[in-house]
């Protein structure tokens, strides 16, 4: 692999471990901060590979490829969780820098891990269960009523690896595969099925020296088991429950360890008496879809808070600029020329920020965002929603 071209001045290189739109949206920061970005690109056309000089090919799951990459890198983040655990343990070994460390990058890669860990540390969870025969997903049922959730504990994201199942007869074929290798070895996660208000996302940032710094608690929109909208800061959300999930993802980052954007993802539930509380859903320790709306919409936005949390300097401001940001998702539609839709766009709304990420075409696949801050909320989500709808060929007017 070409070694990354380094900047007069000591400033650092920042390595990243996959090619896709994190990576990418990590580029413009790092140039404003002068920082060198390289990243292990799974092909010479991957997302961030197209707009990052230093973009050699090679596997995150081969230890050659990824041992080879970190070495050149003063530091080593990652655009997504599933880099082996074997492999973080041998760049652990090496002494190479990593943000998040591998201990830490195990309750995102590993959610029974996951779950395991946030019951210790009394965070409140869904109800859940390991099953690894059908008896146990039975017993589970009988205890907190069908349907339940079912999870493979690890390789699951946007809705995959996640069923609803009315009995164990619906996930007979994942019990087959328990106890093999692979992401259902130890067994499957159950989950009570949570009859929540809303989806709510905690995001924020931690560096290694233990300063940390939190954007305003999000409500996510989910439709078909993907993201389509975020709304900056969660309209209507109850003081004290935004102070209690922001607290609650900042001590997860720190018990856990992380460094660099941790996004909590949460279910917004009534609480015991009457008023609203959370469960976790999810961890990703990484800068996140449900963060995207700070790029435009926050003093610091979370691409650049990650870079300055992983090299340890100070953490930026991340207060909202204005009292409300939508951020809307570009997916795959009919149309595979998304370029044309910018004349439109742009004439109509000025004001809106397009953020493409390279990719092809593909339904469902996401493709970009679009992020529209101002006054009035109701106004500034038509708007996101309607640059998004027309990139992706929803509306033609």
Same mark, same amino acid.
């Given at each position: 692999?070409?070694?990354?071209?380094?900047?007069?001045?000591?400033?650092?290189?920042?390595?990243?471990?996959?090619?896709?739109?994190?990576?990418?949206?990590?580029?413009?920061?790092?140039?404003?901060?002068?920082?060198?970005?390289?990243?292990?690109?799974?092909?010479?056309?991957?997302?961030?590979?197209?707009?990052?000089?230093?973009?050699?090919?090679?596997?995150?799951?081969?230890?050659?490829?990824?041992?080879?990459?970190?070495?050149?890198?003063?530091?080593?983040?990652?655009?997504?969780?599933?880099?082996?655990?074997?492999?973080?343990?041998?760049?652990?070994?090496?002494?190479?820098?990593?943000?998040?460390?591998?201990?830490?990058?195990?309750?995102?890669?590993?959610?029974?891990?996951?779950?395991?860990?946030?019951?210790?540390?009394?965070?409140?969870?869904?109800?859940?269960?390991?099953?690894?025969?059908?008896?146990?997903?039975?017993?589970?049922?009988?205890?907190?009523?069908?349907?339940?959730?079912?999870?493979?504990?690890?390789?699951?994201?946007?809705?995959?690896?996640?069923?609803?199942?009315?009995?164990?007869?619906?996930?007979?074929?994942?019990?087959?595969?328990?106890?093999?290798?692979?992401?259902?070895?130890?067994?499957?996660?159950?989950?009570?099925?949570?009859?929540?208000?809303?989806?709510?996302?905690?995001?924020?940032?931690?560096?290694?020296?233990?300063?940390?710094?939190?954007?305003?608690?999000?409500?996510?929109?989910?439709?078909?088991?993907?993201?389509?909208?975020?709304?900056?800061?969660?309209?209507?959300?109850?003081?004290?429950?935004?102070?209690?999930?922001? /607290?609650?993802?900042?001590?997860?980052?720190?018990?856990?360890?992380?460094?660099?954007?941790?996004?909590?993802?949460?279910?917004?539930?009534?609480?015991?008496?009457?008023?609203?509380?959370?469960?976790?859903?999810?961890?990703?320790?990484?800068?996140?879809?449900?963060?995207?709306?700070?790029?435009?919409?926050?003093?610091?936005?979370?691409? /650049?808070?990650?870079?300055?949390?992983?090299?340890?300097?100070?953490?930026?401001?991340?207060?909202?600029?204005?009292?409300?940001?939508?951020?809307?998702?570009?997916?795959?539609?009919?149309?595979?020329?998304?370029?044309?839709?910018?004349?439109?766009?742009?004439?109509?709304?000025?004001?809106?920020?397009?953020?493409?990420?390279?990719?092809?075409?593909?339904?469902?696949?996401?493709?970009?965002?679009?992020?529209?801050?101002?006054?009035?909320?109701? /106004?500034?989500?038509?708007?996101?929603?309607?640059?998004?709808?027309?990139?992706?060929?929803?509306?033609?007017?």
């Amino acid at each position: 692999m070409t070694e990354p071209k380094r900047a007069p001045g000591g400033f650092p290189v920042v390595g990243v471990v996959g090619g896709g739109q994190l990576a990418r949206m990590m580029q413009g920061p790092a140039i404003e901060l002068g920082i060198q970005l390289s990243v292990l690109a799974e092909d010479e056309v991957a997302a961030a590979a197209l707009v990052v000089p230093s973009s050699p090919v090679g596997r995150h799951t081969e230890l050659d490829h990824v041992l080879e990459f970190a070495r050149s890198c003063d530091v080593v983040a990652f655009d997504h969780e599933h880099v082996p655990q074997s492999v973080l343990e041998s760049l652990e070994n090496e002494g190479i820098v990593m943000h998040p460390s591998r201990t830490a990058l195990r309750f995102a890669q590993d959610k029974l891990a996951m779950r395991r860990r946030l019951t210790d540390l009394g965070i409140a969870c869904p109800r859940w269960a390991v099953a690894r025969v059908a008896a146990d997903v039975d017993r589970f049922g009988a205890e907190v009523g069908w349907p339940v959730i079912v999870k493979t504990p690890r390789g699951g994201y946007d809705g995959k690896g996640v069923m609803l199942a009315s009995s164990s007869a619906d996930v007979a074929d994942w019990l087959t595969h328990v106890g093999e290798p692979g992401p259902m070895s130890e067994g499957l996660l159950l989950e009570e099925r949570v009859d929540f208000t809303r989806e709510l996302a905690a995001l924020v940032a931690r560096s290694p020296s233990g300063q940390a710094a939190a954007w305003p608690v999000v409500e996510t929109v989910q439709t078909g088991g993907i993201c389509t909208e975020v709304l900056a800061p969660a309209p209507g959300i109850d003081p004290d429950l935004a102070a209690v999930a922001t /607290e609650a993802a900042l001590r997860v980052a720190g018990e856990l360890g992380v460094t660099g954007v941790l996004a909590v993802e949460m279910f917004e539930v009534p609480g015991p008496d009457g008023r609203p509380g959370y469960v976790v859903n999810e961890l990703a320790m990484r800068p996140h879809n449900s963060g995207h709306w700070s790029m435009d919409g926050a003093v610091t936005g979370q691409f /650049e808070q990650h870079l300055r949390a992983v090299l340890d300097l100070p953490l930026g401001d991340p207060r909202p600029h204005a009292p409300w940001t939508a951020m809307a998702n570009v997916l795959g539609g009919d149309y595979p020329e998304l370029y044309p839709a910018y004349r439109h766009i742009m004439a109509r709304d000025p004001q809106a920020k397009v953020h493409m990420y390279g990719k092809g075409v593909r339904p469902g696949r996401k493709l970009g965002h679009v992020n529209v801050s101002g006054p009035d909320l109701a /106004e500034v989500r038509d708007r996101a929603r309607h640059a998004a709808d027309f990139l992706q060929g929803v509306i033609t007017e």
